[in-house]
Structures are given as C-alpha cells and as structure tokens.
T-cell receptor, first 119, second 111 residues
Framework: GAGVSQSPSNKVTEKGKDVELRCDPI?????LYWYRQSLGQGLEFLIY????????KSGLPSDRFSAERTGGSVSTLTIQRTQQEDSAVYLC?????????????????FGEGSRLTVL | QKEVEQDPGPLSVPEGAIVSLNCTYS??????FMWYRQYSRKGPELLMY????GNKEDGRFTAQVDKSSKYISLFIRDSQPSDSATYLC???????????FGKGTSLLVTP
C-alpha cells in the first residue's frame, strides 16, 4: 500500500484492559509520529521516532502509555490498564525526513487512525 | 493557554461563498504554519504550508500569516461541497518536528 496503514480501525475494550495499536508507515519514511485526537480537541502529540535515535516520549500522558518501533518500520502503541479518558482516535503519521527545514520534506502523512472506545 | 487557538465552528456556507478560517498562536518563535484538511473518518492531509509571514496561493486556497499579530488565515474562494471537512491549523513547535495543532474548524458547504 502507498499510505500509512493502521490497525485496528476500531477497538472497543473494557476499562482496565490493555490494548495495542499498530502502525505501518510509508516505506522509506524515517520519521514516525503518534498523535491522539479526542472529541472536541486538536491533535495531541504523543511520541516521535526518527531512525535509530532515542524516541521523543515527551507527549505520552502517563506511564500507562508506551510505544516501540521495530526495525525502523512498524510501530506499536500500547496502552495498559485503559481508562475511559483514553477513548480517542489514535493517529499515526510518517514523514520522509523530520522537521520542515528545506520545505515540504517534513510533510506528515497520516493514517486513518485507530478509534479506541473504553467502556 | 494552548499553543494554537482555533474556533471549532461549525461553519456553514452556501456553495460559491468565500470562506475565511482563522487561528491564533502564542509563541512568536514559531516559523512554519500549516493547514491540514480532515474528511470524516480519515486522517488529516496537508493542504498548504507557509514559512514566516506572507501569503501563499494554491488554486482556490490562500494561506496568510501575520506574525506581528500571531494570526493565521486560510481563505477558500468559490467554495464547493467537496470542501466540506474539518480544517486544522498547525505550527511548528520548539522541537522542529512535533506540530502544534488547533482544535479544527468544521466546515459545511451546502449546494
């Protein structure tokens, strides 16, 4: 596929359960981002991966959230002991290069998101 | 105060109208300004970006940045029903890669 692929597209879980969300970025894109979009809120930055560098986890809201990126490609966002306030659309994006220096090379390409509902 | 403020709307206009969408931002150090368009149940897609102040035009769309007032605008001329979507403004952040997004303005263009 040409675009960013995310799975599952929808996930309903019970409070207290763990969930894993998967992102398959565009081939060749070195930068990968996770954002969260809650109802009535803008996109909230969660975590950023660039190549083999240590990820920027500064946006993760609590230690229940973690993410990894294996082999510089696929990424998994894990939420442990889910709470109702975790209900949101989790969006993954990738870019050919990080940042915007030099023009649109830093353009983010978003997947369609994983819609998480915690009951 | 959020880094980027945007009126969520909704905004409803008739086909052919000129649409004006606006955001304000708080940090004068921000240099890159973007508009993303998000259709229902889809991910955002980059519509336009500008660097520093000034205007940028692409077809029916014009992006405008006024750094003196920290104001970002997107104008849509001859609006079409296919323009119905949520429009998100964004700025580059301090990191250079994590973007600061507004809440998005929901636009409906009626035939």
């Amino acid at each position: 596929g040409a675009g960013v692929s995310q799975s599952p597209s929808n996930k309903v879980t019970e409070k207290g359960k763990d969930v894993e969300l998967r992102c398959d970025p565009i081939s060749g894109h070195t930068a990968l981002y996770w954002y969260r979009q809650s109802l009535g809120q803008g996109l909230e930055f969660l975590i950023y991966f660039q190549g083999n560098s240590a990820p920027d986890k500064s946006g993760l809201p609590s230690d229940r959230f973690s993410a990894e990126r294996t082999g510089g490609s696929v990424s998994t966002l894990t939420i442990q002991r889910t709470q109702q306030e975790d209900s949101a659309v989790y969006l993954c994006a990738s870019s050919l290069e990080p940042g915007l220096a030099g023009g649109v090379s830093g353009e983010l390409f978003f997947g369609e998101g994983s819609r998480l509902t915690v009951l | 105060q959020k880094e980027v403020e945007q009126d969520p709307g909704p905004l409803s206009v008739p086909e052919g109208a000129i649409v004006s969408l606006n955001c304000t931002y708080s940090n004068s150090a921000f240099q890159y300004f973007m508009w993303y368009r998000q259709y229902s149940r889809k991910g955002p897609e980059l519509l336009m970006y500008t660097y520093s102040s000034g205007n940028k035009e692409d077809g029916r769309f014009t992006a405008q940045v006024d750094k003196s007032s920290k104001y970002i605008s997107l104008f849509i001329r001859d609006s079409q029903p296919s323009d119905s979507a949520t429009y998100l403004c964004a700025t580059s952040g301090n990191s250079g890669y994590a973007l600061n997004f507004g809440k998005g303005t929901s636009l409906l263009v009626t035939p």
